[in-house]
Structures are given as structure tokens and as C-alpha cells.
């Protein structure tokens, strides 16, 4: 029992240390100049849209503007690291979100629509012909919100999969607590993905892969869909990053077999040869680029239509379209979790179809 | 494409390729396997004693057979031992029987044997009490009869007879 609350501890104090050092960080606002506050709900609500599924340097929680006007952020500041000529650490809080420039070292740095440009001390920003900013961007190896999430993730896993291992040993083989919930979903990606797509002999290898991922996502999913509502999936570096290592597993995994059917495949004509071999290499990289584009799409396009949905009860403003939009919203949401496990799943899946792929031995010629 | 490939953060992705490789390299270690070989023991566990019981249950049929075989046995030599007794039975009663027929038969002929000994010993002797008593009568006879001529001429004529029917 004491080993079960102390997981629990080390979760809620994970969100401590995030949220005790809660700055308050209250920025007084200039009320006459501030045009903003007479914009359109719509844009504001698309806004608001947009920047939710962005990342950002700070660990915020909402914002407010209070009775004196003053634009209240809850949150925490997270340290943003640069390299420059130089490694630069130091917390978002020096930007102030946005409204301020960073002064490290004698560099000044200009937070812009969520990214990190190197200014001089005015904080100028040129442009070019398509409006997109010309400032050189230091290489950004920021403890962004998103990497703050996959961290808390991989202590999250860490600890409940070292957990469930150790009770297998201490009660004689037979899962126990969570053990008892994950161990019908290890088995069931053992014995209906990785088996039956890989192969009984070479399944083995693949299955510390096709457990993490499978678990990373679902969890990483799960965790967009609570109010933190920090959603890492939905940025195309994350479902690069995982896309990539099926690609490169896929690739230096492969048998004799899996690049004969791609470059010289066997039992066509000659000159079919030749147009397949192109054909057939870009089919390998479209696998996973697929695997990646499908896993954002989808979370994605799950976070605009709930949160847009979730607005329009602002839009609608009386009692009957919010009602059913907040109707709207309760149904959608239920679909989201199902879509984050659903996600989690065909990106188990086809990776696994891809390593089957890749280690398949072809009897005969076809 | 565009928005896609501005919205690339290289530090996520730095971030994101280092913890996932970690992640995935801590917990093959610490979890994966443990949890997959504490499954895997317990499931060869499981099949090792299915396995053994319908081992079990086989040999209890094989024991079980062979009782049967070895009771079949049993009764077959058993019944052999009575089939042999009875045929040694009916094997000493012939000979028995025959024993007896022989010697039965054999002392018959002992007795007919000596019967016909005794018979014939007899006759012998009636032969020679029969001569000669005849001799005694005959010569009582011829003491008798031969006294007149006439009863010789008719005694040699009757014997005449007698001899020319033959």
C-alpha cells in the first residue's frame, strides 16, 4: 500500500514543482492602447486555437485579465537554452511572454510568434517579401511545455512499467495492481501485433520498441486531452522523431530479402524492374512519413474541432446552442480518447507491419 | 507543407529523439524484458503442467492397460493351466481306461488261455476216460454180441453200409 501512494506522490509532486514556483506574473497593460480587447470573439477564439496547439517556453495554465486590467498569467516559467556561439540559459520569464526582449550575455533575443529570434537591441524584426521574419534563429534546445510533458511521460512510464516488472517478481510471476490492467495490453501488442505482422521468430527484437511506442503515444494522447491540455503529438517533430525511428529500425533491420524486393524484384520483366526500384525505394520512406503525418493529422485535427466546438458555446451565447455545443464537445471528447488509444494503435501496428516487412523471408519467387 | 515545416522545432526534436531513446532503452531493461520472461516463465509454466498432467492422465491409461493386459494374461494362462489339467485329466483317465482295457483284455486272454488249457487238459482226459470206458464197454460188447455168427455177419454188413454212404 505505501508503495502505491508513493507513485502517486511523485506524480502530484512532478506537478508541484511546476506549479509551486507558479509566478504570478502580472503585467500592467496599457488600457489605451490596447486594441486587442475589441477584437472579434471568432478571431479571438481562433487565436486562442492556434496558439493552444503551439508550443510554448513557459508552463502556463491560463491567463486572465483582472479588475485593474492587468493581464494575469498562471504558470511557470520554463528555462529556455540557446546555442549561440556559447551556450544561453536562462528562464522564459525574461521575455515576459512576448513583451519584452531577453538580454543574455550582450545578445538580445525576441520572442515572435512563438519562436526565438536574435535581435539588436531594439527589438527589430525584418522581413521579407512573404512577411516571414529574416533574424537568424539560434539553435532552440529549450525545456519547452511540450518537452516538459514528454519528460513527466518518461518518469510517468518509467515508474509504473519498473513497478509492474518488480511485482512480477516479487509475487511469483502473476501481475499485481496496475500490473493486472497493462499486462492484458503488453500481451495483446505481443500476441496480436507483433506476432502475427513480424513473424514468431523475429518478433523479439521489436518488442521493447513496439511497447514503448505504443504506450508513449497512447499516454502522450491521453495527457492532450486533459485540461493541462498539452498536446505533443500534434507537433511534427515529435511524430517525425517516432516516425523516424521506424524508419531507421525498419531499415537496419532489414534482411537480404526486403532490399531485393525493392531494388531488383524478383519474377517481373527486366524493364518493370527498373520502374519499380524507384517506386518501390520511395514506398519505404512514404511508410513512415505516413505513420507521422496520420499521428499528427489526427490529434490535431481532434484539438481544433473540440476546442472550436468548445468556443462556439462562447459564439452562441444562449442557452440553446451552447447547450448543444457543450453536448457536442462531452460526445467529441469520449471520441478523442478513443482516438487516442486508436492512434496509438495503428501507429503500433503498421510499425510492426513495416519490421514484418523488413525481416520477411520469401520462400518462392511470385 | 509550409506550415508544417515552419512549425518544425528542431529543440523538441532533439528533445523528443533523447528521451524515446532512453525511454525505450530504460525500460527494455528494467521493464520489458522482466515483465515479458516473468510472462513468458509463467506461460511455459503453465503449458509444462498441462503437458505433464496429460502426461500423467496418458501413463494412468498406459498403467491402467497394462493392468488390463496383465489380468488378460492372467486369465489366459489360467485358463491354459485348466485346459492343461483337464487335458492331463482326461489324458490319465485314458490311460487309465486303456491301462485297464490292456490288462483287462490281456488277462482274459490269460484266462481263455488257460481255459483252453484246462479244456483242452480235460479233454484229454475225458478222451482217455471216454477210451477207455468204450474199451470197457466195447469189450463188454464184444463179450456179448460175439457170441453168435448171425450178430457178426450183421454188425460187418452194417459197418459195410455205413461205409459205402460216405
Redesign the interface.
Given at each position: 500500500m505505501r508503495r502505491k501512494f508513493s507513485i502517486k506522490k511523485i506524480t502530484f509532486l512532478l506537478f508541484l514543482v511546476s506549479f509551486v514556483s507558479v509566478a504570478q506574473h502580472n503585467e500592467k497593460k496599457d488600457v489605451a492602447n490596447a486594441p486587442k480587447e475589441e477584437k472579434d470573439l471568432k478571431v479571438t477564439i481562433k487565436e486562442y486555437i492556434n496558439h493552444h496547439l503551439?508550443?510554448s517556453y513557459d508552463f502556463g495554465l491560463f491567463s486572465y485579465t483582472n479588475d485593474q486590467n492587468e493581464k494575469v498569467h498562471i504558470g511557470s516559467p520554463l528555462p529556455v537554452?540557446l546555442w549561440d556561439n556559447g551556450l544561453k540559459v536562462f528562464l522564459s520569464s525574461k521575455f515576459h511572454y512576448g513583451e519584452t526582449l531577453a538580454e543574455v550575455d550582450g545578445n538580445y533575443y525576441k520572442l515572435y510568434h512563438n519562436k526565438i529570434y536574435k535581435t539588436d537591441a531594439q527589438g527589430t524584426i525584418n522581413y521579407d517579401a512573404e512577411h516571414h521574419p529574416t533574424n537568424a534563429k539560434p539553435?532552440?534546445?529549450?525545456?519547452?511545455k511540450?518537452?516538459v510533458m514528454?519528460?513527466v511521460v518518461?518518469l510517468i512510464?518509467?515508474f509504473m512499467?519498473?513497478r509492474?516488472?518488480?511485482a512480477?517478481?516479487k509475487n511469483n510471476?502473476?501481475p499485481k495492481g496496475m500490473?493486472r490492467l497493462l499486462?492484458p495490453i503488453?500481451?495483446y501488442i505481443?500476441d496480436d501485433i507483433a506476432k502475427p505482422n513480424i513473424g514468431e521468430k523475429n518478433y523479439k527484437r521489436y518488442?521493447?520498441?513496439l511497447?514503448?511506442i505504443f504506450f508513449?503515444v497512447w499516454i502522450v494522447n491521453l495527457f492532450g486531452l486533459t485540461p493541462i491540455g498539452v498536446n505533443i503529438t500534434n507537433?511534427?517533430?515529435?511524430t517525425?522523431?517516432?516516425a523516424?525511428?521506424t524508419y531507421v529500425i525498419t531499415t537496419f533491420t532489414a534482411k537480404k530479402d526486403y532490399w531485393k524486393h525493392i531494388f531488383w524484384m524478383p519474377g517481373v520483366p527486366v524493364p518493370m524492374k527498373i520502374i519499380l526500384a524507384p517506386i518501390e525505394f520511395l514506398g519505404t520512406i512514404i511508410k513512415p512519413f505516413s505513420l507521422m503525418i496520420r499521428l499528427?493529422a489526427n490529434i490535431t485535427a481532434g484539438h481544433i474541432v473540440l476546442m472550436s466546438i468548445i468556443g462556439m458555446m462562447f459564439v452562441f451565447n444562449n442557452w440553446l446552442g451552447s447547450s448543444l455545443s457543450f453536448f457536442l464537445a462531452f460526445v467529441l471528447g469520449i471520441l478523442e480518447l478513443l482516438v487516442a488509444a486508436l492512434q496509438a494503435y495503428i501507429f503500433t501496428m503498421l510499425s510492426a507491419l513495416y519490421f514484418g516487412s523488413a525481416v520477411e523471408e520469401h520462400d518462392e519467387h511470385h | 507543407m509550409d506550415k508544417?515545416l515552419s512549425?518544425?522545432?528542431?529543440?523538441?526534436?532533439?528533445?523528443?529523439?533523447l528521451?524515446?531513446v532512453?525511454?525505450?532503452l530504460?525500460?527494455?531493461k528494467?521493464?520489458?524484458?522482466?515483465?515479458?520472461d516473468?510472462?513468458n516463465?509463467?506461460e511455459e509454466?503453465i503449458k509444462k503442467a498441462l503437458e505433464s498432467a496429460e502426461n500423467a492422465k496418458k501413463e494412468m491409461q498406459n498403467l491402467a492397460s497394462d493392468n488390463e493386459a496383465l489380468i488378460k494374461e492372467a486369465r489366459a494362462e489360467r485358463d491354459a493351466m485348466l485346459k492343461e489339467a483337464r487335458e492331463i485329466r482326461e489324458k490319465m483317465i485314458s490311460e487309465a481306461k486303456e491301462d485297464a482295457k490292456e490288462q483287462g483284455a490281456k488277462m482274459i486272454e490269460n484266462a481263455v488261455t488257460a481255459i483252453d488249457q484246462e479244456k483242452q487238459a480235460a479233454l484229454a482226459h475225458l478222451k482217455k476216460e471216454v477210451g477207455d470206458l468204450s474199451m470197457i464197454i466195447a469189450k463188454a460188447i464184444l463179450k456179448k454180441e460175439l457170441s453168435s455168427q448171425e450178430d457178426q455177419i450183421k454188425l460187418v454188413e452194417g459197418m459195410l453200409k455205413d461205409v459205402t454212404l460216405n
Open positions: 503551439l508550443d537554452i539553435l532552440d534546445f529549450s525545456i519547452t511540450n518537452v514528454i519528460f518518461f512510464m518509467f512499467f519498473k509492474m516488472a518488480s512480477y517478481q510471476g502473476m500490473g499486462e503488453v500481451l505481443r518488442m521493447s520498441y511497447l514503448t508513449f507537433n511534427i517533430a515529435v517525425f522523431c517516432l523516424l525511428f499528427y | 508544417l512549425e518544425f522545432s528542431l529543440g523538441l526534436f532533439f528533445w523528443q529523439l528521451l524515446f532512453g525511454l525505450v530504460l525500460l527494455k528494467f521493464a520489458w524484458k522482466p515483465i515479458l516473468a510472462v516463465e509463467r509454466g
